[in-house]
Protein backbone atom coordinates (compact mmCIF):
# COMPACT_ATOMS: atom_id res chain seq x y z
CA UNK A 1 0.00 0.00 0.00
CA UNK A 2 1.22 3.35 -0.89
CA UNK A 3 2.10 5.46 2.40
CA UNK A 4 0.92 9.19 3.15
CA UNK A 5 3.37 11.75 3.77
CA UNK A 6 5.43 11.27 6.11
CA UNK A 7 3.68 13.20 9.10
CA UNK A 8 6.46 11.78 11.68
CA UNK A 9 8.74 14.08 10.27
CA UNK A 10 7.27 16.94 11.50
CA UNK A 11 6.28 15.40 15.09
CA UNK A 12 7.06 16.13 18.46
CA UNK A 13 6.57 13.16 20.43
CA UNK A 14 6.22 12.58 24.02
CA UNK A 15 6.99 9.88 26.03
CA UNK A 16 4.58 8.22 28.75
CA UNK A 17 5.59 5.98 31.53
CA UNK A 18 2.75 5.58 32.25
CA UNK A 19 3.50 3.61 36.10
CA UNK A 20 5.43 6.89 37.11
CA UNK A 21 2.70 9.51 35.55
CA UNK A 22 -0.92 10.10 37.21
CA UNK A 23 -2.48 7.91 39.65
CA UNK A 24 -6.05 8.89 39.77
CA UNK A 25 -7.13 5.87 41.75
CA UNK A 26 -4.94 6.15 45.01
CA UNK A 27 -3.08 3.00 44.78
CA UNK A 28 0.42 4.66 44.23
CA UNK A 29 0.33 3.57 40.50
CA UNK A 30 0.01 5.89 37.45
CA UNK A 31 -3.14 4.25 34.94
CA UNK A 32 -4.35 4.92 31.92
CA UNK A 33 -7.58 7.14 33.25
CA UNK A 34 -4.00 9.19 34.45
CA UNK A 35 -2.93 9.30 31.14
CA UNK A 36 -6.46 10.42 29.73
CA UNK A 37 -6.15 13.40 32.29
CA UNK A 38 -3.52 14.62 31.12
CA UNK A 39 -3.97 14.83 27.32
CA UNK A 40 -4.46 18.76 27.24
CA UNK A 41 -1.63 19.61 29.25
CA UNK A 42 0.17 17.27 26.19
CA UNK A 43 -1.43 19.24 23.68
CA UNK A 44 -0.61 22.34 25.09
CA UNK A 45 2.97 21.46 24.98
CA UNK A 46 2.33 20.89 21.75
CA UNK A 47 3.42 17.46 21.12
CA UNK A 48 1.47 15.79 18.60
CA UNK A 49 2.34 12.06 19.19
CA UNK A 50 2.52 9.51 22.01
CA UNK A 51 4.68 7.12 22.60
CA UNK A 52 3.10 4.64 25.90
CA UNK A 53 5.42 2.56 27.80
CA UNK A 54 3.83 -0.94 28.00
CA UNK A 55 0.13 -1.61 29.53
CA UNK A 56 0.27 -5.09 28.99
CA UNK A 57 -0.52 -7.66 31.34
CA UNK A 58 2.65 -8.64 32.69
CA UNK A 59 5.09 -10.21 35.51
CA UNK A 60 6.17 -6.71 36.26
CA UNK A 61 10.20 -8.04 37.02
CA UNK A 62 10.83 -5.64 34.79
CA UNK A 63 7.82 -3.23 34.88
CA UNK A 64 5.77 -4.07 32.22
CA UNK A 65 9.06 -5.27 29.66
CA UNK A 66 8.30 -8.75 30.76
CA UNK A 67 4.44 -9.38 28.82
CA UNK A 68 2.46 -12.26 29.95
CA UNK A 69 -0.36 -11.30 27.38
CA UNK A 70 -0.57 -9.19 24.64
CA UNK A 71 -4.22 -8.56 23.90
CA UNK A 72 -4.71 -8.03 27.97
CA UNK A 73 -3.98 -4.56 29.71
CA UNK A 74 -2.81 -4.98 33.21
CA UNK A 75 -5.25 -4.26 36.01
CA UNK A 76 -2.52 -1.55 37.65
CA UNK A 77 -2.97 0.53 34.31
CA UNK A 78 -6.73 -0.09 33.73
CA UNK A 79 -8.42 -1.54 31.05
CA UNK A 80 -8.75 -2.64 27.42
CA UNK A 81 -11.98 0.22 27.25
CA UNK A 82 -9.67 2.66 29.09
CA UNK A 83 -7.29 1.99 25.76
CA UNK A 84 -9.62 2.46 23.45
CA UNK A 85 -10.98 5.68 25.33
CA UNK A 86 -7.00 6.90 25.44
CA UNK A 87 -7.01 6.00 21.60
CA UNK A 88 -10.31 7.66 21.00
CA UNK A 89 -9.68 11.08 22.90
CA UNK A 90 -5.89 11.02 21.83
CA UNK A 91 -7.21 11.15 17.84
CA UNK A 92 -9.72 14.40 19.30
CA UNK A 93 -6.84 16.32 20.25
CA UNK A 94 -5.14 15.54 17.07
CA UNK A 95 -2.88 13.42 18.75
CA UNK A 96 -1.13 9.65 17.81
CA UNK A 97 -0.58 6.83 19.66
CA UNK A 98 2.46 4.54 19.68
CA UNK A 99 2.28 1.51 21.95
CA UNK A 100 5.79 -0.04 22.93
CA UNK A 101 5.97 -3.26 21.57
CA UNK A 102 7.82 -5.95 22.96
CA UNK A 103 8.67 -9.08 21.14
CA UNK A 104 12.28 -10.29 21.83
CA UNK A 105 11.23 -12.18 24.58
CA UNK A 106 8.10 -12.13 26.84
CA UNK A 107 8.05 -13.16 30.67
CA UNK A 108 9.00 -16.74 32.18
CA UNK A 109 5.25 -16.60 33.42
CA UNK A 110 3.73 -16.10 29.53
CA UNK A 111 1.76 -19.61 28.94
CA UNK A 112 3.81 -20.34 25.57
CA UNK A 113 7.05 -20.43 27.71
CA UNK A 114 5.12 -22.69 30.26
CA UNK A 115 4.58 -25.12 27.62
CA UNK A 116 7.56 -24.65 25.77
CA UNK A 117 9.82 -25.44 28.76
CA UNK A 118 7.98 -28.98 29.28
CA UNK A 119 10.53 -30.02 27.07
CA UNK A 120 10.82 -31.26 23.49
CA UNK A 121 8.44 -33.63 22.98
CA UNK A 122 4.89 -34.38 25.18
CA UNK A 123 4.41 -38.04 27.07
CA UNK A 124 2.91 -38.77 24.29
CA UNK A 125 6.15 -39.02 22.33
CA UNK A 126 4.72 -36.57 20.22
CA UNK A 127 6.68 -32.90 19.40
CA UNK A 128 5.52 -30.03 21.85
CA UNK A 129 4.49 -27.17 19.52
CA UNK A 130 5.35 -24.69 21.95
CA UNK A 131 9.40 -25.88 22.29
CA UNK A 132 10.38 -24.11 19.24
CA UNK A 133 9.33 -20.48 20.01
CA UNK A 134 12.10 -19.78 22.78
CA UNK A 135 15.70 -20.51 22.05
CA UNK A 136 16.61 -23.82 24.33
CA UNK A 137 20.12 -25.50 23.92
CA UNK A 138 22.04 -28.36 25.59
CA UNK A 139 24.43 -27.44 27.95
CA UNK A 140 28.22 -27.56 27.49
CA UNK A 141 31.31 -28.81 29.75
CA UNK A 142 28.87 -29.37 32.84
CA UNK A 143 27.98 -25.68 32.35
CA UNK A 144 25.58 -22.81 29.63
CA UNK A 145 26.11 -23.52 26.37
CA UNK A 146 28.59 -20.15 26.10
CA UNK A 147 29.32 -17.61 27.99
CA UNK A 148 27.27 -14.96 27.25
CA UNK A 149 26.24 -12.52 30.00
CA UNK A 150 22.99 -11.05 30.16
CA UNK A 151 22.09 -7.45 29.78
CA UNK A 152 20.93 -7.34 33.39
CA UNK A 153 23.58 -9.95 35.01
CA UNK A 154 24.48 -13.24 35.24
CA UNK A 155 24.76 -15.97 32.41
CA UNK A 156 22.47 -15.45 29.45
CA UNK A 157 21.37 -19.22 29.98
CA UNK A 158 19.10 -20.75 32.48
CA UNK A 159 18.52 -24.49 32.86
CA UNK A 160 15.44 -25.31 33.41
CA UNK A 161 13.18 -28.15 32.19
CA UNK A 162 10.07 -29.07 33.58
CA UNK A 163 6.66 -31.27 32.71
CA UNK A 164 4.10 -30.49 35.25
CA UNK A 165 3.93 -33.81 36.37
CA UNK A 166 6.75 -34.68 38.48
CA UNK A 167 6.53 -33.79 41.91
CA UNK A 168 9.36 -31.82 41.99
CA UNK A 169 7.83 -29.64 39.52
CA UNK A 170 5.06 -28.11 41.97
CA UNK A 171 8.47 -25.76 43.42
CA UNK A 172 9.86 -25.13 40.19
CA UNK A 173 9.66 -21.40 39.63
CA UNK A 174 10.54 -20.41 36.37
CA UNK A 175 13.05 -18.18 35.85
CA UNK A 176 15.24 -20.32 38.33
CA UNK A 177 17.37 -22.69 37.24
CA UNK A 178 16.24 -26.52 38.44
CA UNK A 179 19.15 -27.93 37.07
CA UNK A 180 17.11 -30.03 34.46
CA UNK A 181 16.59 -30.48 31.00
CA UNK A 182 17.92 -27.89 28.40
CA UNK A 183 18.89 -24.59 28.89
CA UNK A 184 17.20 -21.45 27.34
CA UNK A 185 18.30 -18.14 26.47
CA UNK A 186 17.42 -14.87 27.62
CA UNK A 187 19.34 -11.65 26.71
CA UNK A 188 17.92 -9.10 29.82
CA UNK A 189 16.81 -11.50 32.89
CA UNK A 190 16.14 -15.28 33.60
CA UNK A 191 12.21 -13.86 33.98
CA UNK A 192 12.37 -12.53 29.97
CA UNK A 193 12.88 -15.48 27.72
CA UNK A 194 13.83 -14.41 24.26
CA UNK A 195 11.32 -15.40 21.61
CA UNK A 196 12.84 -17.43 19.04
CA UNK A 197 12.31 -15.96 16.05
CA UNK A 198 13.61 -18.14 13.58
CA UNK A 199 10.02 -19.88 13.95
CA UNK A 200 7.78 -19.03 11.40
CA UNK A 201 5.31 -20.26 13.72
CA UNK A 202 5.75 -18.01 16.04
CA UNK A 203 6.55 -14.75 13.81
CA UNK A 204 3.04 -15.43 12.52
CA UNK A 205 1.66 -15.09 16.20
CA UNK A 206 3.13 -11.82 16.48
CA UNK A 207 2.60 -10.34 13.20
CA UNK A 208 -1.11 -10.73 13.79
CA UNK A 209 -1.18 -9.47 17.26
CA UNK A 210 0.56 -6.23 15.98
CA UNK A 211 -2.65 -6.05 13.10
CA UNK A 212 -4.98 -6.93 16.01
CA UNK A 213 -3.13 -3.68 17.86
CA UNK A 214 -3.28 -1.54 14.06
CA UNK A 215 -6.96 -2.40 13.57
CA UNK A 216 -8.02 -1.52 17.20
CA UNK A 217 -6.64 1.81 15.62
CA UNK A 218 -3.22 3.20 17.33
CA UNK A 219 -0.55 4.91 14.98
CA UNK A 220 2.26 2.50 15.46
CA UNK A 221 4.79 0.90 17.66
CA UNK A 222 8.13 1.84 19.46
CA UNK A 223 10.03 -1.53 18.90
CA UNK A 224 12.13 -2.51 22.42
CA UNK A 225 15.08 -4.19 21.84
CA UNK A 226 14.31 -5.03 18.37
CA UNK A 227 17.83 -5.19 17.14
CA UNK A 228 17.80 -8.65 19.01
CA UNK A 229 15.66 -10.74 17.70
CA UNK A 230 18.60 -12.31 15.07
CA UNK A 231 21.69 -13.82 17.01
CA UNK A 232 24.22 -15.38 15.04
CA UNK A 233 22.83 -19.16 14.95
CA UNK A 234 26.58 -20.50 16.08
CA UNK A 235 25.94 -19.00 19.41
CA UNK A 236 30.04 -18.55 19.43
CA UNK A 237 31.86 -17.61 23.13
CA UNK A 238 32.63 -13.90 23.00
CA UNK A 239 35.97 -12.68 24.36
CA UNK A 240 34.35 -10.97 27.35
CA UNK A 241 31.28 -12.41 27.49
CA UNK A 242 29.27 -8.71 25.88
CA UNK A 243 26.40 -10.22 24.60
CA UNK A 244 25.52 -7.16 22.59
CA UNK A 245 27.24 -7.73 19.76
CA UNK A 246 26.57 -11.86 19.15
CA UNK A 247 23.19 -11.62 19.88
CA UNK A 248 22.22 -8.33 18.14
CA UNK A 249 21.38 -7.72 13.94
CA UNK A 250 22.21 -11.40 13.20
CA UNK A 251 22.23 -13.14 9.77
CA UNK A 252 18.15 -13.39 9.37
CA UNK A 253 17.46 -9.99 10.84
CA UNK A 254 17.31 -7.88 7.87
CA UNK A 255 14.65 -10.79 6.32
CA UNK A 256 12.74 -10.61 9.45
CA UNK A 257 12.36 -6.93 9.61
CA UNK A 258 11.31 -6.62 5.92
CA UNK A 259 9.11 -9.90 6.96
CA UNK A 260 7.18 -7.56 9.60
CA UNK A 261 6.80 -5.00 7.08
CA UNK A 262 5.03 -6.52 4.49
CA UNK A 263 2.84 -8.43 6.45
CA UNK A 264 2.12 -5.89 9.18
CA UNK A 265 3.54 -2.38 8.82
CA UNK A 266 3.39 -1.53 4.49
CA UNK A 267 -0.72 -3.02 5.12
CA UNK A 268 -1.72 0.63 7.36
CA UNK A 269 -0.97 3.68 4.94
CA UNK A 270 -0.41 6.04 8.03
CA UNK A 271 1.71 4.45 10.78
CA UNK A 272 4.93 5.33 12.18
CA UNK A 273 7.74 3.02 14.14
CA UNK A 274 10.38 3.42 15.99
CA UNK A 275 13.22 0.95 16.75
CA UNK A 276 15.43 0.39 19.75
CA UNK A 277 18.65 -0.88 18.54
CA UNK A 278 21.82 -0.38 20.70
CA UNK A 279 24.84 -1.45 18.54
CA UNK A 280 23.50 1.21 15.61
CA UNK A 281 25.54 2.66 13.99
CA UNK A 282 24.71 5.61 10.91
CA UNK A 283 25.29 2.96 8.35
CA UNK A 284 22.75 0.29 9.88
CA UNK A 285 20.48 3.16 10.25
CA UNK A 286 20.58 4.26 6.37
CA UNK A 287 19.54 0.76 6.18
CA UNK A 288 16.92 0.13 8.65
CA UNK A 289 15.40 4.00 8.90
CA UNK A 290 15.82 4.57 5.12
CA UNK A 291 13.56 6.64 3.72
CA UNK A 292 11.58 4.35 1.06
CA UNK A 293 9.18 2.49 4.16
CA UNK A 294 10.56 -0.88 3.77
CA UNK A 295 11.77 -1.24 7.26
CA UNK A 296 10.96 1.39 10.11
CA UNK A 297 10.28 5.23 10.29
CA UNK A 298 13.36 5.67 12.19
CA UNK A 299 15.37 4.32 15.02
CA UNK A 300 16.42 4.89 18.11
CA UNK A 301 20.68 4.86 17.90
CA UNK A 302 22.60 5.00 21.61
CA UNK A 303 26.05 6.06 20.40
CA UNK A 304 25.62 9.38 21.53
CA UNK A 305 24.62 7.98 25.38
CA UNK A 306 27.35 5.47 25.15
CA UNK A 307 30.00 8.61 25.78
CA UNK A 308 30.28 8.46 28.97
CA UNK A 309 29.98 4.86 29.24
CA UNK A 310 33.38 3.13 31.26
CA UNK A 311 34.77 -0.31 31.63
CA UNK A 312 31.71 -1.33 33.99
CA UNK A 313 29.19 -0.48 30.99
CA UNK A 314 27.35 3.12 32.54
CA UNK A 315 28.67 2.10 35.64
CA UNK A 316 30.73 5.08 35.88
CA UNK A 317 31.58 8.62 36.61
CA UNK A 318 32.86 9.69 33.27
CA UNK A 319 31.28 12.42 32.38
CA UNK A 320 30.47 13.38 28.43
CA UNK A 321 33.49 14.89 26.18
CA UNK A 322 31.42 17.91 24.02
CA UNK A 323 34.07 17.90 21.26
CA UNK A 324 33.36 14.15 21.56
CA UNK A 325 29.69 14.93 21.37
CA UNK A 326 29.80 17.18 18.56
CA UNK A 327 31.92 14.86 16.22
CA UNK A 328 29.70 12.18 16.69
CA UNK A 329 26.17 13.72 16.05
CA UNK A 330 27.84 15.90 12.73
CA UNK A 331 28.51 12.37 11.78
CA UNK A 332 25.03 10.87 12.13
CA UNK A 333 23.28 14.65 11.16
CA UNK A 334 25.21 14.46 8.03
CA UNK A 335 25.53 10.90 6.82
CA UNK A 336 21.50 10.24 7.53
CA UNK A 337 20.85 13.74 5.36
CA UNK A 338 18.53 12.60 2.50
CA UNK A 339 18.77 8.90 2.86
CA UNK A 340 17.37 8.36 6.69
CA UNK A 341 15.44 9.61 9.42
CA UNK A 342 16.84 10.28 13.06
CA UNK A 343 14.88 10.39 16.25
CA UNK A 344 16.33 12.74 18.39
CA UNK A 345 16.62 11.99 22.26
CA UNK A 346 18.55 12.21 25.28
CA UNK A 347 15.90 10.67 27.92
CA UNK A 348 13.86 8.01 28.10
CA UNK A 349 12.58 5.70 30.71
CA UNK A 350 15.95 3.59 30.71
CA UNK A 351 18.27 6.93 31.31
CA UNK A 352 19.55 8.71 33.87
CA UNK A 353 17.95 12.89 33.80
CA UNK A 354 19.69 14.71 31.03
CA UNK A 355 19.78 17.74 33.05
CA UNK A 356 21.82 15.99 35.77
CA UNK A 357 24.02 14.31 32.97
CA UNK A 358 24.51 17.98 31.64
CA UNK A 359 23.85 21.49 32.76
CA UNK A 360 23.56 23.00 36.34
CA UNK A 361 20.87 20.42 37.71
CA UNK A 362 22.01 21.64 41.34
CA UNK A 363 22.70 25.59 40.80
CA UNK A 364 21.21 28.31 40.25
CA UNK A 365 21.66 28.39 36.11
CA UNK A 366 19.43 25.42 36.09
CA UNK A 367 16.88 26.50 33.94
CA UNK A 368 18.51 27.88 31.94
CA UNK A 369 20.97 25.41 31.50
CA UNK A 370 18.13 23.09 30.64
CA UNK A 371 16.76 25.10 28.12
CA UNK A 372 20.08 25.64 26.16
CA UNK A 373 20.22 21.52 25.92
CA UNK A 374 16.55 21.22 24.67
CA UNK A 375 17.39 24.42 21.58
CA UNK A 376 20.14 22.29 21.13
CA UNK A 377 18.26 19.00 20.51
CA UNK A 378 15.40 20.23 18.88
CA UNK A 379 16.96 22.04 16.37
CA UNK A 380 18.91 18.80 15.11
CA UNK A 381 17.37 16.83 12.05
CA UNK A 382 14.86 14.39 12.91
CA UNK A 383 11.99 13.79 15.41
CA UNK A 384 12.41 14.91 18.79
CA UNK A 385 11.46 13.34 21.70
CA UNK A 386 10.73 14.50 25.31
CA UNK A 387 10.19 12.03 27.75
CA UNK A 388 7.65 12.73 30.76
CA UNK A 389 9.56 15.76 32.81
CA UNK A 390 11.78 16.42 30.60
CA UNK A 391 9.88 19.45 30.06
CA UNK A 392 9.88 21.20 33.22
CA UNK A 393 13.81 20.37 33.94
CA UNK A 394 13.31 17.30 36.16
CA UNK A 395 16.46 16.17 37.37
CA UNK A 396 18.23 12.53 39.01
CA UNK A 397 17.19 11.83 42.41
CA UNK A 398 19.42 11.07 45.31
CA UNK A 399 18.95 7.51 46.50
CA UNK A 400 19.56 7.65 50.08
CA UNK A 401 20.03 4.02 50.59
CA UNK A 402 19.48 0.49 48.45
CA UNK A 403 15.68 -0.16 49.49
CA UNK A 404 14.53 2.93 47.60
CA UNK A 405 15.82 1.44 44.15
CA UNK A 406 13.69 -0.71 42.44
CA UNK A 407 14.70 -1.04 38.97
CA UNK A 408 15.85 -5.03 38.19
CA UNK A 409 18.99 -3.84 36.32
CA UNK A 410 20.12 -1.59 39.37
CA UNK A 411 19.36 -3.84 41.61
CA UNK A 412 21.34 -6.57 40.32
CA UNK A 413 24.11 -4.16 39.25
CA UNK A 414 24.38 -4.00 43.39
CA UNK A 415 24.23 -7.39 44.38
CA UNK A 416 27.18 -8.06 41.73
CA UNK A 417 29.69 -5.37 42.16
CA UNK A 418 29.16 -4.93 46.15
CA UNK A 419 29.82 -8.43 45.97
CA UNK A 420 33.01 -9.33 43.91
CA UNK A 421 34.61 -5.77 45.22
CA UNK A 422 34.55 -3.51 42.29
CA UNK A 423 32.53 -1.08 43.93
CA UNK A 424 31.78 -0.14 47.95
CA UNK A 425 28.23 -0.06 48.93
CA UNK A 426 28.37 3.70 49.18
CA UNK A 427 29.91 4.07 45.65
CA UNK A 428 27.74 2.00 44.44
CA UNK A 429 24.81 3.97 45.92
CA UNK A 430 26.65 7.06 44.14
CA UNK A 431 26.49 5.34 40.67
CA UNK A 432 23.01 4.41 41.03
CA UNK A 433 21.92 7.96 41.84
CA UNK A 434 24.56 9.27 38.75
CA UNK A 435 23.05 6.69 36.49
CA UNK A 436 20.40 4.12 37.66
CA UNK A 437 17.16 4.02 35.38
CA UNK A 438 15.27 4.80 38.17
CA UNK A 439 16.00 8.49 37.79
CA UNK A 440 13.92 8.58 35.06
CA UNK A 441 11.24 6.57 37.11
CA UNK A 442 10.15 8.74 39.78
CA UNK A 443 7.02 10.32 39.52
CA UNK A 444 5.66 12.92 37.18
CA UNK A 445 6.11 16.39 39.21
CA UNK A 446 2.67 18.01 39.01
CA UNK A 447 2.35 20.83 41.48
CA UNK A 448 3.18 21.23 45.23
CA UNK A 449 0.71 19.12 46.85
CA UNK A 450 1.93 15.70 48.76
CA UNK A 451 3.14 13.63 46.38
CA UNK A 452 4.37 16.23 43.75
CA UNK A 453 0.10 15.36 42.50
CA UNK A 454 0.75 12.05 41.27
CA UNK A 455 -0.67 10.41 43.47
CA UNK A 456 -2.84 10.72 47.10
CA UNK A 457 -1.81 7.46 48.00
CA UNK A 458 1.94 5.95 48.53
CA UNK A 459 3.94 6.20 44.93
CA UNK A 460 5.25 2.79 44.07
CA UNK A 461 8.65 4.49 44.24
CA UNK A 462 10.22 7.99 46.12
CA UNK A 463 9.09 11.50 44.98
CA UNK A 464 12.44 13.52 44.11
CA UNK A 465 11.81 15.80 46.44
CA UNK A 466 12.36 18.78 44.82
CA UNK A 467 8.56 18.66 43.72
CA UNK A 468 8.52 21.93 45.42
CA UNK A 469 10.54 23.81 43.32
CA UNK A 470 10.03 21.90 39.72
CA UNK A 471 6.53 21.05 39.25
CA UNK A 472 4.20 21.65 36.08
CA UNK A 473 1.54 23.94 38.10
CA UNK A 474 4.37 26.32 38.70
CA UNK A 475 6.29 26.42 35.35
CA UNK A 476 2.43 26.82 33.53
CA UNK A 477 1.86 29.83 35.52
CA UNK A 478 5.61 31.62 34.54
CA UNK A 479 5.58 32.36 31.06
CA UNK A 480 10.25 32.12 31.13
CA UNK A 481 9.72 28.39 32.69
CA UNK A 482 11.32 25.29 30.77
CA UNK A 483 7.70 24.34 30.14
CA UNK A 484 7.32 27.26 28.06
CA UNK A 485 10.81 27.46 26.21
CA UNK A 486 10.22 23.57 25.25
CA UNK A 487 6.34 24.35 23.82
CA UNK A 488 8.15 27.37 21.73
CA UNK A 489 10.57 25.02 20.42
CA UNK A 490 7.87 22.60 19.41
CA UNK A 491 6.09 25.83 17.84
CA UNK A 492 8.53 26.85 15.94
CA UNK A 493 9.55 23.22 14.14
CA UNK A 494 6.26 23.88 13.21
CA UNK A 495 6.25 26.68 11.64
CA UNK A 496 10.16 26.79 10.24
CA UNK A 497 10.36 24.27 7.63
CA UNK A 498 13.54 24.52 7.62
CA UNK A 499 13.88 22.98 11.04
CA UNK A 500 12.47 19.66 9.64
CA UNK A 501 14.29 19.98 5.67
CA UNK A 502 17.82 21.94 6.52
CA UNK A 503 21.46 20.14 5.78
CA UNK A 504 23.18 20.08 8.86
CA UNK A 505 26.88 22.09 8.95
CA UNK A 506 28.91 22.06 11.76
CA UNK A 507 30.26 25.60 13.25
CA UNK A 508 33.42 26.16 14.64
CA UNK A 509 33.74 21.97 15.45
CA UNK A 510 37.06 21.81 17.52
CA UNK A 511 35.44 24.56 20.45
CA UNK A 512 35.60 22.53 23.75
CA UNK A 513 32.67 24.84 25.04
CA UNK A 514 30.48 25.84 22.46
CA UNK A 515 27.95 23.50 20.25
CA UNK A 516 26.85 25.79 17.47
CA UNK A 517 25.87 24.18 13.92
CA UNK A 518 23.63 26.09 10.70
CA UNK A 519 20.96 24.55 8.97
CA UNK A 520 21.00 25.46 5.15
CA UNK A 521 17.86 25.25 2.87
CA UNK A 522 18.84 27.11 -0.65
CA UNK A 523 17.48 30.78 0.52
CA UNK A 524 17.82 30.25 4.41
CA UNK A 525 19.98 29.39 7.22
CA UNK A 526 19.59 28.60 10.68
CA UNK A 527 22.32 29.51 13.53
CA UNK A 528 22.35 27.60 16.09
CA UNK A 529 24.82 28.58 19.25
CA UNK A 530 25.06 26.65 22.57
CA UNK A 531 27.54 27.42 25.69
CA UNK A 532 27.68 23.90 27.36
CA UNK A 533 29.64 25.15 30.30
CA UNK A 534 29.00 27.52 33.44
CA UNK A 535 31.24 30.20 32.09
CA UNK A 536 31.67 32.51 29.88
CA UNK A 537 32.81 31.24 25.96
CA UNK A 538 33.27 32.69 22.67
CA UNK A 539 32.54 30.89 19.52
CA UNK A 540 33.83 31.81 16.09
CA UNK A 541 30.52 32.63 13.84
CA UNK A 542 30.10 32.05 10.32
CA UNK A 543 30.97 35.63 8.71
CA UNK A 544 27.50 35.67 6.33
CA UNK A 545 25.81 36.26 9.90
CA UNK A 546 28.39 39.11 11.12
CA UNK A 547 28.44 40.97 7.95
CA UNK A 548 25.68 43.91 7.41
CA UNK A 549 24.27 42.34 3.76
CA UNK A 550 21.06 43.05 3.03
CA UNK A 551 19.75 39.72 4.17
CA UNK A 552 17.45 39.45 7.05
CA UNK A 553 18.35 38.39 10.44
CA UNK A 554 15.92 37.28 13.38
CA UNK A 555 16.53 35.75 16.42
CA UNK A 556 13.77 32.70 16.69
CA UNK A 557 14.60 31.65 20.55
CA UNK A 558 17.14 32.41 23.57
CA UNK A 559 17.56 31.51 26.95
CA UNK A 560 19.50 34.85 27.49
CA UNK A 561 19.76 38.52 26.38
CA UNK A 562 21.28 37.73 23.76
CA UNK A 563 21.81 41.31 22.94
CA UNK A 564 25.23 41.23 21.86
CA UNK A 565 24.90 37.90 19.78
CA UNK A 566 27.50 38.80 16.74
CA UNK A 567 30.10 39.30 18.61
CA UNK A 568 30.27 35.51 19.75
CA UNK A 569 30.72 36.04 23.48
CA UNK A 570 28.43 34.01 25.49
CA UNK A 571 27.63 34.00 29.09
CA UNK A 572 27.39 30.67 30.69
CA UNK A 573 24.85 28.28 29.02
CA UNK A 574 23.47 30.97 26.62
CA UNK A 575 21.90 29.62 23.94
CA UNK A 576 20.18 31.03 20.45
CA UNK A 577 18.74 30.37 17.26
CA UNK A 578 19.19 32.98 14.38
CA UNK A 579 17.70 32.55 10.82
CA UNK A 580 18.57 34.46 7.91
CA UNK A 581 16.96 34.71 5.38
CA UNK A 582 16.20 36.82 1.60
CA UNK A 583 14.33 39.64 2.48
CA UNK A 584 13.44 40.57 -1.17
CA UNK A 585 12.91 36.96 -2.62
CA UNK A 586 11.01 34.05 -2.24
CA UNK A 587 11.11 33.28 1.14
O1 LIG B 1 15.86 -1.66 26.58
C1 LIG B 1 16.76 -2.34 25.76
C2 LIG B 1 18.17 -2.07 26.02
O2 LIG B 1 19.00 -2.24 25.12
C3 LIG B 1 18.61 -1.81 27.42
O3 LIG B 1 19.70 -2.62 27.64
C4 LIG B 1 19.07 -0.48 27.70
O4 LIG B 1 20.28 -0.29 27.03
C5 LIG B 1 19.27 -0.44 29.19
O5 LIG B 1 18.00 -0.39 29.78
C6 LIG B 1 20.07 0.73 29.62
O6 LIG B 1 20.35 0.61 30.97
C7 LIG B 1 14.53 -2.02 26.46
C8 LIG B 1 13.63 -1.21 27.38
O7 LIG B 1 13.70 0.14 27.02
C9 LIG B 1 14.01 -1.45 28.80
O8 LIG B 1 13.24 -0.68 29.70
C10 LIG B 1 13.80 -2.92 29.07
O9 LIG B 1 14.26 -3.22 30.37
C11 LIG B 1 14.54 -3.80 28.06
O10 LIG B 1 14.33 -3.39 26.72
C12 LIG B 1 14.05 -5.20 28.15
O11 LIG B 1 12.77 -5.28 27.61
CA1 LIG C 1 -3.56 3.82 39.96
Redesign the pocket.
Known amino acids: MKRLPKWWKKSVVYQIYPRSFRDTNGDGIGDLPGVIEKLDYIRELGCDTIWI?PFFESSNY??G??ITDYEKVLADFGTMEDVETLIAEAHARGIHLLI?M?V??TSCKHPWFFESRKGRENPMGTPNPFREYYIWKPGKNGGAPNNWEA??GGSAWTQCECDGNNKSDENCECGENNGRGEYYLH??SPM?PDLNWESSKLRDEIFRMMRWWLDKGIDGFRM??VC?ISKDPSFPDTTDGNI?PCASFGPHFQAFVRELNEKVLSKYENIMTVA?M?ESTPERAEIYANEDDSMFSMIFQ?QHLDLDGGDSF?WTHRRINLRELKHLMEYWQTNLYGRAWNSLYWS????PRIFSRFGDSEGPLHEKSAKMIAACTHMMQGTPYVFQGEELGMTNVRFESIEEVRD??SLNAWKKFTADGTFSEAEMLDLISLRG?DNARTPMQWDDSQNAGFSTGTPWIKVNPNYTQINAADQLARPDSVFHFYQKLIQLRKTYEIITAGRYESVDLENPDVFAFLRVLPDEKLLVVCNFTNHPASVALPKEFLSENEKGKEILITNGSCTNWKDGKLEAYDAFVVRMFETCGMV
Open positions: CDNYDDVNHIFIFQDAYRESFKNHDQIER
